[in-house]
């Protein structure tokens, strides 16, 4: 994913509470690819990304009722 994509991802994960770390996959070229990295180092780009639009095609599940 580019910077910027890994910059929205990362928004996103914090709000939803979603664990993983973004980092370049070449640290030398933070211009290039990024991916998300869980806790055992492994690339774990695609699961934050499910996990993220599942979290955001959600339905609230609390709300008003007005009465008429």
């Known amino acids: 994913m ?11 994960m914090r709000k939803y509470g979603i664990p993983g770390v973004i980092a370049p996959v ?7 690819a990024w991916m ?4 055992d180092g492994q690339n774990a780009t695609f699961l934050a ?6 979290e955001r095609a959600r339905q609230p599940e609390r709300g ?3 009465a008429r």
């Open 2 to 12: 580019t910077p910027s994509e890994a910059h929205e991802l990362h928004a996103a």
């Open 26 to 32: 070449n640290p030398h070229d933070l211009a290039g």
């Open 36 to 39: 998300v990295v869980d806790e």
């Open 49 to 54: 990304r499910s996990r993220v639009a599942a």
């Open 64 to 66: 008003f009722v007005f």
